[in-house]
């Protein structure tokens, strides 16, 4: 089995140690993982403010970079998503506009491959226990791609359950938006702040330690909220909880 | 009107209204949820809604003639409306030759969406709005913010003081020492309406279902009025979009389901009134349908937006949408706010305007409306088509002419960072080069302060702290120290 890791960019830029926990996680789990240079990323940015023709060297490099790879895992639900769910649409669109069906075949080779991280270890590797150890009072917020686009359902919240250690508490509103939403939290700056202002309040209200998702974009945004308000609740990947057991800390 | 962000701005820092909308729309939500998942068979029924309108869209030609000459048969009289204007003079015509100068209306979207009360208005017509939500509405100058609640917007305290001092001036007063319990104000609505029931002799309506087969037209409401409008006076007029003909009576069977169970999660309107022409002795004497088409058919030919007349106007959308919540109504300058507003109207307007341009960027494309869609409109596939639109210009159907729009203005920065961004990422050397840059700097990075566009990001939020060493930096240290290339 040929196991891709694809980052992201903002956690290859802002948050590498969400990426060091997938490598850690996925090898102590007996998986070898391959991270190929030549990703960079989804091009989610791109197409969801309306520059689709911009996405589309994204697309194109995402194709090649994980050309031969059984797997492409990434610890991010938006970015899974963006694949899954916006590459066929980008390759139909090419097609249409008779640009020739080269970028559609592209992007429907890589669809099937692509797992966010929770999709990887539940149904390819049949784990919900990863032997991690984690003592600390956590809230998970089901981020929206994730939620509604992947369905991840019950997968990382059957994981964090498995975390010795771990006390899983429930977050009020949990299925509302966090108001992050890529280019909106700029272009509609005072609804997406409502927004944030109203999760981190839910957070705080848990009386959790730290605030768990499978997405940094949306941790960027709640934990830059909750730092503004002096909370003292941090931000956590899924990945981090997981990759940490009582043998081997991750740091 | 502002467009969408500095609008929605306003209503964030305006409390009352993030209160009123707050409860209101939870209070729906959760009872909507409860009363769908009663449904086992849910998802085929949204399947089967959806299925319907696609056909009777993609037929729609065929479905209207096959309307027009049902209600012709039944003795009605149809008339068509290319535009808001036209269709405006047709019904302000019809009134006037019936010499009323005061019509009684339950409430409609489509003639919001044309500006009828303000067309009657100028020709000497009074419209009086008998949904107790637009009497608050009309009595108060505003403007509804919800499309089954169009009050939402006000609480109780506020109702009482538009009906004190409001009513007066249109017909019978306010009771003396009205309090703001719901039962008083229904109850002074209730004699307030009563006198123009019983006194009007135009009745004007929309419908939210037409059916093809018998050219039968179906309004469902909770209050009554409805039911008055439509069978007290002398003379109906129906003004209805050509999107809402639906092929047979059977097919009403889905939607008679789906649309009070995702709009007021009731499992049954409390009324659903149908009337087909006329018949002697019973209803109007005289009866108009004008079909308004007002940019339906140039959507239709949109093959990714088109879905958007699907729509059966539930509000689920609106409903759950936290865009809504916090920006209100009145943010999106449209008888259509919300998630479907979002993306009906700058179909239906263009996005010529700021605002109509604005309006597909009024989401953090969370969603959650087209999980509760009953038509399953996939409402965040059609915002990041018309995105596109808007930034990039493309084909257009303008009053069934194709062309092509060029991209709206405004946007030249945002499309030289993109592209720029697409550049240094689609070159991972140069994305590297940024990252240890970023990296080098990353104590000089203020985490409360950005300049340019960042600054709105900084206005409510930290930025996180950049790491020394970006991800792919350590892999290949990784690999090199484990002897690897």
């Known amino acids: 089995m040929r196991v891709a890791l694809?980052?992201?960019?903002?956690?290859?830029?802002?948050?590498?140690?969400?990426?060091?926990?997938?490598?850690?996680?996925?090898?102590?789990?007996?998986?070898?993982?391959?991270?190929?240079?030549?990703?960079?990323?989804?091009?989610?940015?791109?197409?969801?403010?309306?520059?689709?023709?911009?996405?589309?060297?994204?697309?194109?490099?995402?194709?090649?970079?994980?050309?031969?790879?059984?797997?492409?895992?990434?610890?991010?639900?938006?970015?899974?998503?963006?694949?899954?769910?916006?590459?066929?649409?980008?390759?139909?669109?090419?097609?249409?506009?008779?640009?020739?069906?080269?970028?559609?075949?592209?992007?429907?080779?890589?669809?099937?491959?692509?797992?966010?991280?929770?999709?990887?270890?539940?149904?390819?590797?049949?784990?919900?226990?990863?032997?991690?150890?984690?003592?600390?009072?956590?809230?998970?917020?089901?981020?929206?791609?994730?939620?509604?686009?992947?369905?991840?359902?019950?997968?990382?919240?059957?994981?964090?359950?498995?975390?010795?250690?771990?006390?899983?508490?429930?977050?009020?509103?949990?299925?509302?938006?966090?108001?992050?939403?890529?280019?909106?939290?700029?272009?509609?700056?005072?609804?997406?702040?409502?927004?944030?202002?109203?999760?981190?309040?839910?957070?705080?209200?848990?009386?959790?330690?730290?605030?768990?998702?499978?997405?940094?974009?949306?941790?960027?945004?709640?934990?830059?909220?909750?730092?503004?308000?002096?909370?003292?609740?941090?931000?956590?990947?899924?990945?981090?909880?997981?990759?940490?057991?009582?043998?081997?800390?991750?740091? | 009107m502002p467009p969408f962000p500095r609008a929605a701005k306003d209503a964030v820092g305006d409390t009352t209204l993030r209160g009123n909308l707050r409860h209101a729309t939870h209070t729906i939500r959760d009872k909507r949820?409860?009363?769908?998942?009663?449904?086992?068979?849910?998802?085929?029924?949204?399947?089967?809604?959806?299925?319907?309108?696609?056909?009777?869209?993609?037929?729609?030609?065929?479905?209207?003639?096959?309307?027009?000459?049902?209600?012709?048969?039944?003795?009605?009289?149809?008339?068509?409306?290319?535009?808001?204007?036209?269709?405006?003079?047709?019904?302000?015509?019809?009134?006037?030759?019936?010499?009323?100068?005061?019509?009684?209306?339950?409430?409609?979207?489509?003639?919001?969406?044309?500006?009828?009360?303000?067309?009657?208005?100028?020709?000497?017509?009074?419209?009086?709005?008998?949904?107790?939500?637009?009497?608050?509405?009309?009595?108060?100058?505003?403007?509804?913010?919800?499309?089954?609640?169009?009050?939402?917007?006000?609480?109780?305290?506020?109702?009482?003081?538009?009906?004190?001092?409001?009513?007066?001036?249109?017909?019978?007063?306010?009771?003396?020492?009205?309090?703001?319990?719901?039962?008083?104000?229904?109850?002074?609505?209730?004699?307030h309406l009563r006198e123009k029931f019983l006194r009007a002799r135009v009745g004007i309506s929309g419908a939210n279902f037409m059916v093809a087969e018998t050219g039968t037209l179906v309004v469902v409401e909770s209050e009554g009025n409805g039911r008055m409008c439509l069978t007290l006076p002398e003379t109906l007029i129906s003004v209805v979009g050509i999107e809402k003909v639906i092929p047979s009576w059977q097919d009403l069977e889905v939607f008679l389901q789906t649309l009070p169970r995702s709009s007021t999660a009731e499992r049954m309107n409390p009324y659903t009134s149908m009337w087909t022409g006329t018949t002697d002795g019973d209803g109007p004497r005289v009866f108009h349908l004008v079909l308004l088409d007002n940019g339906r058919t140039d959507t239709l030919a949109d093959e990714v937006g088109r879905q958007a007349l699907r729509c059966i106007r539930c509000s689920a959308c609106l409903n759950v949408c936290p865009v809504y919540e916090r920006a209100g109504g009145h943010a999106y300058g449209s008888p259509y706010p919300g998630p479907i507003g979002a993306i009906l109207t700058p179909q239906l307007r263009g996005t010529a305007s700021e605002l109509d341009a604005s309006l597909p960027y009024a989401s953090s494309l969370c969603g959650a409306c087209y999980e509760v869609c009953p038509v399953a409109i996939d409402i965040p596939e059609v915002l990041v088509h018309l995105r596109e639109r808007v930034v990039q210009g493309g084909p257009v159907t303008v009053r069934g002419t194709r062309t092509r729009i060029r991209p709206a203005k405004g946007h030249a920065a945002e499309r030289a960072a993109l592209r720029a961004a697409t550049w240094a990422l689609d070159r991972p050397g140069a994305l590297r080069a940024g990252q240890r840059l970023a990296g080098r700097a990353r104590r000089l990075v203020p985490r409360r302060r950005l300049l340019g566009p960042g600054r709105a990001w900084t206005a409510s939020r930290d930025v996180p702290a950049v790491p020394a060493e970006p991800f792919r930096d350590w892999w290949q240290r990784r690999t090199r120290e484990a002897g690897g290339e």
Request: hydrophobic share 40%; net charge negative; charged share 25%.
């Open chain 1, 6 to 251: 694809f980052v992201t960019c903002v956690n290859d830029t802002l948050y590498p140690q969400t990426g060091r926990a997938v490598v850690t996680l996925l090898e102590r789990l007996g998986v070898s993982v391959d991270f190929p240079s030549e990703q960079s990323c989804c091009g989610q940015p791109q197409f969801n403010t309306g520059y689709r023709y911009e996405s589309e060297p994204l697309v194109r490099r995402y194709a090649k970079a994980f050309e031969g790879y059984d797997y492409i895992v990434a610890p991010s639900g938006s970015c899974a998503a963006m694949v899954r769910d916006n590459y066929p649409r980008i390759g139909r669109k090419a097609a249409a506009e008779g640009r020739g069906g080269e970028l559609a075949e592209l992007a429907a080779s890589v669809v099937p491959r692509t797992l966010e991280l929770t999709e990887f270890l539940v149904d390819v590797l049949g784990v919900t226990d990863v032997g991690a150890y984690y003592p600390h009072r956590v809230t998970y917020h089901p981020t929206c791609h994730g939620l509604r686009m992947l369905g991840l359902g019950e997968r990382p919240r059957r994981l964090l359950s498995a975390v010795r250690g771990l006390e899983l508490v429930e977050l009020p509103g949990a299925q509302e938006c966090c108001g992050f939403g890529g280019t909106f939290a700029v272009k509609n700056a005072a609804v997406s702040a409502a927004m944030g202002a109203d999760k981190a309040r839910n957070i705080e209200t848990t009386g959790a330690s730290a605030v768990c998702t499978v997405d940094n974009s949306c941790q960027m945004h709640i934990g830059g909220t909750l730092s503004r308000l002096g909370s003292r609740v941090r931000p956590v990947h899924i990945a981090e909880i997981l990759a940490n057991t009582e043998e081997v800390p991750f740091r």
């Open chain 2, 33 to 191: 949820a409860a009363a769908v998942a009663e449904l086992p068979d849910w998802d085929r029924l949204r399947a089967a809604g959806a299925a319907i309108k696609d056909r009777t869209l993609r037929h729609l030609d065929h479905y209207l003639e096959q309307l027009e000459a049902s209600v012709t048969a039944a003795g009605g009289i149809v008339h068509w409306a290319a535009d808001a204007a036209e269709a405006n003079r047709i019904v302000t015509d019809l009134v006037r030759e019936t010499g009323e100068r005061e019509v009684i209306k339950v409430k409609s979207m489509a003639t919001q969406e044309i500006g009828l009360n303000e067309a009657l208005e100028a020709a000497g017509i009074r419209a009086n709005e008998t949904d107790l939500a637009e009497l608050i509405v009309q009595l108060g100058d505003d403007l509804p913010s919800h499309i089954l609640v169009p009050a939402i917007h006000r609480n109780r305290g506020e109702i009482r003081d538009i009906f004190t001092e409001k009513m007066a001036r249109w017909g019978r007063a306010a009771p003396e020492g009205l309090t703001d319990s719901p039962a008083e104000l229904a109850e002074a609505a209730r004699l």
